[in-house]
């Protein structure tokens, strides 16, 4: 099983900052197979990409995928009132079996 | 357009059998493309994919949970359901119905088990 670690736990930030969040995974990902989601308070999950860096349907462009083999992250080039959520990556390398990361958790400053 | 919703009891007592059923309107559940899946969340903490199961009956499950869970669909119905055995209240969350292609596709709106006695 596929264990993924996102970093930091919680991040504290302001609007109109850039982010990164980091997903590193226990072992390879099978063929990039890595998605985010974002998830705001008592809502559902929104998907923002999937294979590592392909932007879901709707999606900002300020949203950026990246990575490969074991570290992967989100980018959030300049950040919006909305955009202050909880993010999740998710391995489907070995899909049908998935995983979730632990989730960042973005606040305001 | 494809809608899923859970239904089934919101309270369930230790050691007794959790039950959910999911669904599917919008879409024919023998749909080939995608799996029809289970996902969790434990109040303020994070996602934990449960299993998922294909209409011909294949399924998976997460390891820690496996030999508890059971998923089977009822394509007359065009539902699929999730058992859960002896519960805790480790168990008490939402819990979400989903498809999954890889990346979850569409969610349920989700329904809160809650493990009390």
């Known amino acids: 099983e596929i264990v993924l670690t996102q970093s930091p736990g919680t991040l504290s930030l302001s609007p109109g900052e850039r982010v990164t969040l980091s997903c590193r995974a226990s072992q390879s990902v099978n063929s990039n197979y890595l998605a985010w989601y974002q998830q705001r308070p008592g809502q559902t999950p929104r998907l923002l990409i999937y294979g590592a860096s392909s932007k879901a349907t709707g999606i900002p462009d300020r949203f950026i995928g990246s990575g490969s083999g074991t570290d992967f992250s989100l980018t959030i080039s300049r950040l919006e009132p909305e955009d202050f959520a909880v993010y999740y990556c998710?391995?489907?390398?070995?899909?049908?079996?998935?995983?979730f990361g632990q989730g960042t958790r973005l606040e305001i400053k | 357009q494809l809608q899923l919703q859970e239904s089934g009891p919101g309270l369930v007592k230790p050691s007794e059998t959790l039950s959910l059923t999911c669904t599917v309107s919008g879409d024919s559940i023998t749909r080939t493309s995608h799996y029809w899946g289970w996902v969790r969340q434990p109040p303020g903490k994070g996602l934990e994919w449960i299993g998922s199961?294909?209409?011909?009956?294949?399924?998976y499950s997460d390891p820690p949970l496996k030999s508890r869970v059971t998923i089977s669909v009822d394509t007359s119905k065009n539902q699929f359901s999730l058992r859960l055995s002896s519960v805790t209240a480790a168990d008490t969350a939402v819990y979400y119905c989903a498809t999954v292609a890889g990346w979850v596709t569409r969610w349920g709106q989700g329904t809160l088990v809650t493990v009390s006695s």
């Open positions: 199961i294909y209409y011909g009956g294949n399924t």
């Open positions: 998710q391995q489907y390398g070995t899909s049908p079996s998935i995983t």
